[in-house]
């Protein structure tokens, strides 16, 4: 009677702790890769939550304490060598470029990248107006671009980024 006594508290432990682990709905990955001439690359994970996706991961080769624009685009087509074939900012509904964090502004419109004094920029956001693996907003087969410059976030259609310096097809898990 006294093992049972003990063994309750613990079993009731390993199954809070086992649905305290990291959420598993559909999940999505883009291995961004430099364009010609460039050396940035990275890994981004986009994993479902109720009413939200959660953007993160890691970028590296960055110029030192610099910010870039980074956008979802169109199409996950990175052949050309400049990142051109991903096409436009990802703008399923049709509204102005602006702030991810703003009131209105392209699906695909995601915060500033900043890099840090090794050239290395991390990213964990979350997005109300992106999807993954269903609907309008899906991010899965887009393109995910790290631009040149900062974006500023008013100039229509793209906030000024400049050059495309890394490309990735976005990928499902």
Request: aromatic share 4%; glycine share 14%; net charge neutral.
């Amino acid at each position: 009677m006294t093992i049972h006594r003990y063994l309750a508290p613990a079993l009731c432990a390993a199954l809070l702790s086992a649905c305290a682990t990291a959420p598993s709905g559909p999940s999505a990955t883009a291995r961004l890769a430099p364009t010609t001439g460039n050396t940035v690359s990275g890994n981004i994970h986009f994993i479902q939550l109720p009413g939200k996706v959660l953007v993160q991961g890691e970028v590296r080769g960055l110029l030192p304490n610099t910010v870039h624009g980074f956008h979802i685009h169109e199409k996950g087509d990175c052949s050309s060598g400049d990142g051109m074939g991903t096409g436009g900012h990802f703008n399923p509904d049709g509204h102005a470029h602006g702030a991810a964090t703003g009131a209105m502004h392209h699906a695909g419109d995601l915060p500033s990248l900043q890099a840090d004094a090794n050239g290395v920029a991390k990213i964990r956001y979350e997005s109300t107006t992106l999807a993954v693996g269903s609907g309008a907003t899906d991010v899965v087969g887009r393109g995910l671009i790290v631009h040149k410059d900062p974006d500023d976030f008013t100039t229509q259609p793209t906030g000024n980024s400049g050059a495309r310096i890394a490309c990735a097809a976005i990928r499902a898990n």
